[in-house]
Nanobody, 117 residues
Framework: QVQLVESGGGLVQAGGSLRLSCAAS????????MGWYRQAPGKQREWVAT???????NYADSVKGRFTISRDNAKNTVYLQMNSLKPEDTGVYYC???????????WGQGTQVTVSS
């Protein structure tokens, strides 16, 4: 089993910044992909960014140039630095870990991010 614990959410004004963290523990393989998703009220959960064990990153078009995903493999932690936040970035942000080679998914409990205009 894998446990994921997110932190760092909060309330921020438009144009501000937040840094989310997700600490993983348990049966983590050496090869995994970690990422962030978000869900706004009344909307489906959407992908935000992912990072592989080799630090290959991908971002949704809506956050490119504003968000940066990174990881510390020694701490089994992934981060999401969010700059130039917009009200449309509001939502619950979830951390996800995909454990390879079987592709098993694990989710955190989520952390609320609210951006006021």
């Amino acid at each position: 089993q894998v446990q994921l614990v997110e932190s760092g959410g909060g309330l921020v004004q438009a144009g501000g910044s937040l840094r989310l963290s997700c600490a993983a523990s348990g049966s983590i393989s050496n090869i995994n992909t970690m990422g962030w998703y978000r869900q706004a009220p009344g909307k489906q959960r959407e992908w935000v960014a992912t990072i592989t064990t080799n630090d290959n990153t991908n971002y949704a078009d809506s956050v490119k140039g504003r968000f940066t995903i990174s990881r510390d493999n020694a701490k089994n932690t992934v981060y999401l630095q969010m700059n130039s936040l917009k009200p449309e970035d509001t939502g619950v942000y979830y951390c996800k870990l995909v454990r390879w080679p079987r592709g098993v998914n694990y989710w955190g409990q989520g952390t609320q991010v609210t951006v006021s205009s």
